[in-house]
Each structure stands twice: as C-alpha cells, then as structure tokens.
C-alpha cells in the first residue's frame, strides 16, 4: 500500500475525518494501488458524514440514491442530503428537495 493511503487510513483511524472521505473517494474511483471497492467507499463516506463532514455526507446520499455500495434507499437517501442541506450545501439542498418524492 502506498505511504500516502497508509498515512490517510491512520489518520482516518484517528478521527480526522476528512482523511476517511478522502479514502472513500479514492476507493469509489478505484486506481492501480487500490481496486474499486464501492462497499469500502459508502463505509467510509458514512464514518466521515457521522464525524460531520458535508462533502462526505452528500456522497453517502448519493450512494443510497444509486445504489451504489449500499441497498438503493430514497428515504435515507434525502434524509442524509438533508442534513448536508442543513449543514450548508446547496447542491444537497437541491437533492434533497427535487428528489425522491
């Protein structure tokens, strides 16, 4: 494993939570050190939404809404742009409004 990933999944185990949405991200992409792993990515965008992280909670929605990850779920799907909304984003807000209705 490369020494960056090493070092963001330390971090990440530490509670610095926008190093677990990074590594979310990294994992939802996939590249040549790390194989795509849409489960590993939901679960990692879910402990950084769970440590506040927006960004992260909008990419949680966004799995629940594609089903990517995790068992396709609108209601939780708007619940978590909700609270991304609450917390400021619009782009959430709009998810959030517009979709699943």
Same mark, same amino acid.
């Given at each position: 494993m490369p020494k960056a990933l090493q070092l963001y999944r330390r971090a990440c185990d530490g509670g610095v939570f926008e190093s677990c949405h990074t590594l979310g991200q990294i994992?939802?992409?996939?590249?040549?050190?790390?194989p795509r792993?849409?489960?590993?990515?939901?679960?990692?965008?879910?402990?950084?939404?769970?440590?506040?992280?927006?960004?992260?909670?909008?990419?949680?929605? #966004?799995?629940?809404?594609?089903?990517?990850?995790?068992?396709?779920?609108?209601? #939780?799907? #708007?619940?978590?742009f909700q609270k991304a909304c609450d917390a400021g984003d619009a782009h959430a807000c709009e998810k959030a409004k517009n979709r699943m209705r």
């Amino acid at each position: 494993m490369p020494k960056a990933l090493q070092l963001y999944r330390r971090a990440c185990d530490g509670g610095v939570f926008e190093s677990c949405h990074t590594l979310g991200q990294i994992h939802e992409r996939g590249d040549v050190a790390v194989p795509r792993d849409p489960v590993q990515a939901a679960a990692l965008y879910a402990r950084a939404c769970d440590g506040d992280v927006v960004a992260a909670c909008f990419d949680l929605g #966004r799995c629940y809404e594609t089903g990517e990850g995790v068992a396709r779920d609108y209601l #939780r799907a #708007r619940a978590i742009f909700q609270k991304a909304c609450d917390a400021g984003d619009a782009h959430a807000c709009e998810k959030a409004k517009n979709r699943m209705r």
